[in-house]
């Protein structure tokens, strides 16, 4: 016989194996709590951090492009659906002009060719380094250097490493930089000089890419990217663009901001209404499942009391079970909803169509934490009713019900 | 030893009342056996679990070694009934989730105190013929064996009192008769008990006999 003692921990591990089927029940019920909260708020925090992002990858207060192609901007910047688009250059050049503008600079965009560089089409930004106030600073913060011609800086989500070659239209261009995550469309970007995408122009053109036959990058740009005076009203310079230009949209950052973010209130509202909901039935189904486990078990409490337990002691034998099960229920939650929430962060972002990043690891580790914390105190929270009424059921009437 | 005085417990009010138990007079000798007789619903159990503190009675008072015990806090009361007295209940008492020897030492573990509580529980296992089943689960166990395994446990704490209710009730004559012989052994030792019992068989073995009529204990 081996030598050993119970304590109530061990008291209250030997009682849920031996109810094993009402402990798999507890703990799947646990388990999705667990992982429906830590899945939710890693969501919402991967929302939230694409947004900010987003916000500071802008750089711009007011965008200019042709008008109608609105939406295949925001489509470039939220979802990486490569698009072309161009107006005429002098363009640029009368903006310029306009009272209230502190900078003012332009992007010509190309498209590469299916599967040619990389996984699918992407997107080639050209960019004036002269004027640029939009893509340098950065750009700046991964490569400190003066991109030079033919060399090429990608976004993250862009299998390729620094140093190697990205071919597009049959040339072969360095990758001088890959910059950090976003979350939005721009890690699917290719961004490089002005002078580089005429290049690359110049090779498609070869190709007999004829597509982009009218838009010259020496005459044409894609975007005219406008920061606005600082106490000027941007508003003010939106109606002044619209009379100076005509046959243009322009675009307020602050506004598509403030759609996307209108966009992801809702998604995050409804995370974390489902969260709340699933929080509630959660405790009244583990509640009512602990009253009707400890209805069952009357006399076995009884047994404990004539053997001298208090009160408190069986109360504790119940909240240890339930904190035990909220314990193995909440670990599981968690490593599922990871296990569903990481590996498919870049399909959960697309179908979103929403900015979207992973949180660092401090704060993903923080909610962990904090999710077990919650689905520990979930347990023994819903067992509450349970514990008081059996620590105060009158022992000698349990134990005549059970005679 | 023990000492009961003007004991009563009502339930029930004004037209519903009902007095389970009225002016219950009793003395226990340390080492003495006495044995309550009476008909079901005649207050025995109710005598028993007032004495073990688990029913609060309405009237009267308790004297167990010399003090007071009726005004003790759960946790007080709890200990008592945990070092001090052993309780045999109704029914087959056995926790079955725990192997035989453990049902024996759980009363170490509810108040943990000094001691090897395995040594006592092989100890009292051998006594009542048991030991071979110590790390047997309760389920495999007969009604006559699991009666034992129960009065091994309230014996653990080597008790000043053992309170048995009903201890021979579902059980054959052949263990009925070994079950009462052990309690003469135990009270010849010097633990005082106090045994409620339908069995006529019984009284034999016990220093005096009292019967509970409506209530009331008689001589």
């Given at each position: 016989m081996k030598e050993h003692r119970l304590s109530p921990f061990q008291l209250a591990i030997r009682n849920l194996r031996r109810g094993i089927t009402r402990t798999t029940g507890l703990v799947i019920l646990a388990t999705l709590l667990s992982a429906v909260v830590f899945g939710g708020s890693i969501l919402t925090f991967c929302l939230q951090n694409g947004l900010k992002n987003m916000k500071e990858r802008l750089g711009a207060d007011i965008m200019v492009v042709p008008v109608e192609n609105q939406s295949e901007l925001e489509a470039i910047l939220l979802k990486g659906e490569p698009s072309c688009f161009y107006f005429k250059k002098s363009l640029e050049e009368k903006v310029k002009n306009l009272?209230?503008?502190?900078k003012c600079t332009s992007q010509f965009f190309l498209t590469s060719l299916?599967?040619?560089?990389?996984?699918a089409r992407v997107q080639l930004i050209g960019f004036d380094p002269d004027t640029d106030?939009?893509?340098?600073p950065w750009i700046q913060k991964t490569y400190k250097e003066r991109l030079s011609d033919g060399a090429v800086i990608i976004g993250s989500d862009i299998h390729l490493e620094q140093g190697k070659k990205l071919k597009l239209f049959d040339m072969e261009y360095d990758v001088a930089a890959k910059l950090d995550k976003?979350?939005?469309?721009?890690?699917q970007a290719v961004y490089a000089t002005t002078d580089t995408i005429k290049k690359m122009y110049e090779a498609a053109y070869a190709k007999?890419?004829?597509?982009?036959?009218?838009?010259d990058p020496d005459f044409y740009v894609s975007s005219i990217l406008i920061r606005v005076e600082e106490g000027f009203d941007v508003k003010e310079l939106v109606k002044s663009i619209r009379k100076e230009l005509g046959g243009v949209q322009v675009v307020e950052s602050q506004s598509m901001i403030t759609g996307t973010a209108e966009n992801m209130k809702q998604v995050a509202l409804f995370l974390y209404l489902f969260s709340g909901l699933f929080l509630m039935t959660a405790i009244i189904a583990l509640g009512l499942a602990f009253v009707l486990s400890a209805n069952e078990r009357k006399r076995e409490f009884a047994i404990l009391r004539t053997l001298g337990a208090t009160r408190k002691k069986l109360a504790g034998i119940i909240l240890w079970e339930a904190g035990l099960i909220s314990l193995i229920g909440g670990i599981i939650g968690i490593v599922i909803a990871a296990m569903i929430v990481f590996p498919f962060h870049v399909y959960l972002g697309d179908k979103l169509g929403m900015p979207y990043v992973l949180p660092p690891l401090a704060q993903i580790l923080g909610t962990g934490v904090v999710t077990l914390l919650v689905a520990v105190m979930i347990g023994p929270l819903a067992a509450v009713t349970a514990a008081i009424k059996i620590s105060h059921a009158e022992t000698y009437l349990i134990m005549r019900e059970g005679n | 030893m023990l000492e009961i005085e003007n004991l009563g417990k009502r339930y029930g009010r004004d037209e519903n009342e009902r007095w389970a138990l009225k002016n219950v007079q009793l003395t226990v000798e340390a080492g003495e056996f006495i044995s309550i007789i009476g008909r079901s619903g005649s207050g025995k159990s109710t005598l028993l679990n007032l004495i073990a503190g688990l029913l609060k009675p309405t009237i009267g008072e308790i004297y167990f070694q010399g003090n007071a015990?009726?005004?003790?806090n759960d946790k007080d009361a709890s200990q008592l009934r945990n070092t001090k007295i052993g309780y045999v209940m109704q029914g087959y008492g056995a926790l079955?989730?725990?192997?035989v020897l453990e049902n024996l030492c759980l009363p170490f573990w509810l108040f943990p105190r000094k001691g090897e509580p395995r040594k006592r529980a092989e100890q009292l296992l051998k006594q009542v013929g048991l030991l071979e089943y110590?790390?047997?689960?309760?389920?495999?166990?007969s009604g006559g064996e699991l009666k034992r395994v129960a009065i091994a446990r309230a014996l653990m704490n080597e008790p000043a009192l053992l309170l048995a209710d009903?201890?021979?009730?579902?059980?054959?004559e052949s263990n009925t008769k070994n079950i009462l012989a052990l309690f003469r052994d135990i009270a010849d030792q010097g633990t005082s008990v106090l045994m409620v019992t339908h069995?006529?068989?019984?009284?034999?073995?016990?220093d005096k006999v009292y019967r509970m009529e409506a209530g009331q204990l008689i001589k």
């Open positions: 009272k209230g503008v502190e299916d599967a040619e560089c990389c996984d106030f939009s893509v340098q976003t979350g939005t469309g721009l890690d007999g890419q004829r597509f982009l036959e009218e838009a | 015990i009726l005004n003790l079955d989730h725990l192997t110590a790390d047997t689960y309760p389920t495999k166990l009903e201890p021979t009730g579902d059980l054959d069995e006529m068989d019984a009284l034999s073995y016990g």
